[in-house]
């Protein structure tokens, strides 16, 4: 193996050898190709047509937009009355489309909103009434009627819920391994809860509201005979409210709070809250009434005689006077 590693040494000589040459003689080629070539010119310019277009151009100005035309006073007042109309008539698809093209004043709009979301509730659809409610909730947050329209929806959601099977009044039965696919929605109770709180705020600040603000400045009319102007009434809050017979919301707020406290068995407030509601002209006898039961089953007797003496003074029946005198005479005898 010595003498045949000897043997091809020079072989590799040779091989490194010829490369070497070649290399060389190729750096030669190269060099002498660069070197022979004539001297690249400049670009010639652009032709000054195309030169002319390449130059910066000046933006002109943007004229200022032309100023949107003031709306007739007199057809933004009936096109309010009109959506009022059609909601005191119950027609409220047409009432919903109605809210939606009108515009109202930045002051004012948020009862705008709380009539649209009050259109939505007739047809059930909760999810754009929510939606409207949390944009004027947004723009007035400390405004009572839009709390008393929250609480009003969280009532009628909580009209197609149902109790977890682990409440304390559930009515619905479920096998054991059973288990929710989606996230589970709000209970009846926890819906009820919600409308709790914010019937409490719409009868903390109920008395901020002016019910006789008008929603858009008061305008004049100028009939087409003659050249007398004839003042015209702008809508006022009380008139849009009153399409859906929420003019009474701090009544209402309490009455909605008498009932769902006395389901809580929350009975002292509830009757706090009813005596509110009566005075402010609510009809209270068959919340009274109830009341007095819920009194009786707790064994409060003097309690209950006196919300059955309530029930009968605001309308809840001669009967109530027998159970008021019962429920007296059990309290003293005791």
């Known amino acids: 193996m010595f003498v045949k590693a000897h043997a091809q040494h020079p072989m590799e000589v040779m091989k490194w050898a010829v490369l070497v040459v070649l290399a060389g003689a190729l750096a030669l080629v190269l060099a002498s190709a660069v070197g022979g070539a004539e001297r690249m010119s400049p670009p010639a310019r652009l032709p000054d047509r195309i030169e002319d277009a390449a130059r910066w151009m000046p933006v002109p100005p943007i004229p200022p937009a032309e100023p949107r035309p003031a709306e007739d006073p007199f057809e933004r007042a009936t096109a309010i009355w009109n959506a009022i109309e059609l909601q005191r008539a119950g027609q409220v698809d047409e009432a919903v489309e109605a809210w939606i093209r009108l515009r109202l004043p930045e002051k004012t709009d948020v009862w705008r909103l709380v009539a649209l979301a009050y259109a939505h509730m007739p047809r059930a659809d909760h999810a754009a009434a929510a939606d409207v409610l949390s944009e004027a909730k947004y723009a007035a947050p400390e405004n009572a009627v839009v709390h008393f329209a929250i609480g009003t929806l969280w009532l009628a959601k909580a009209e197609s819920a149902y109790e977890w099977r682990d409440s304390p009044n559930s009515q619905l039965h479920r096998l054991a391994a059973w288990g929710p696919i989606d996230v589970a929605p709000n209970t009846k109770s926890m819906y009820r809860l919600a409308a709790v709180m914010s019937f409490e705020r719409a009868a903390e600040s109920a008395?901020?509201?002016?019910?006789?603000?008008?929603?858009?400045?008061?305008?004049?009319?100028?009939?087409?005979?003659?050249?007398?102007?004839?003042?015209?009434?702008?809508?006022?809050?009380?008139?849009?409210?009153?399409?859906?017979?929420?003019?009474?919301?701090?009544?209402?707020?309490?009455?909605?709070?008498?009932?769902?406290?006395?389901?809580?068995?929350?009975?002292?407030?509830?009757?706090?809250?009813?005596?509110?509601?009566?005075?402010?002209?609510?009809?209270?006898?068959?919340?009274?009434?109830?009341?007095?039961?819920?009194?009786?089953?707790?064994?409060?007797?003097?309690?209950?005689?006196?919300?059955?003496?309530?029930?009968?003074?605001?309308?809840?029946?001669?009967?109530?006077?027998?159970?008021?005198l019962e429920n007296a005479g059990r309290a003293v005898l005791r």
Do not use: C, W
């Not at 004839?230 to 809050?237: G, K, L, Y």
């Open 207 to 324: 008395r901020n509201v002016n019910l006789d603000e008008p929603l858009i400045e008061e305008i004049r009319a100028v009939p087409e005979a003659d050249d007398l102007a004839m003042p015209i009434a702008a809508p006022t809050v009380r008139d849009l409210l009153s399409a859906f017979e929420a003019d009474a919301f701090e009544g209402r707020s309490h009455l909605a709070l008498g009932v769902l406290h006395a389901e809580r068995n929350m009975l002292a407030h509830a009757e706090r809250h009813l005596d509110q509601a009566a005075a402010l002209g609510q009809p209270t006898g068959a919340e009274f009434r109830d009341l007095g039961a819920r009194y009786e089953e707790s064994a409060q007797f003097s309690h209950a005689a006196r919300a059955y003496l309530k029930a009968m003074s605001h309308g809840g029946g001669v009967g109530s006077l027998g159970r008021a």
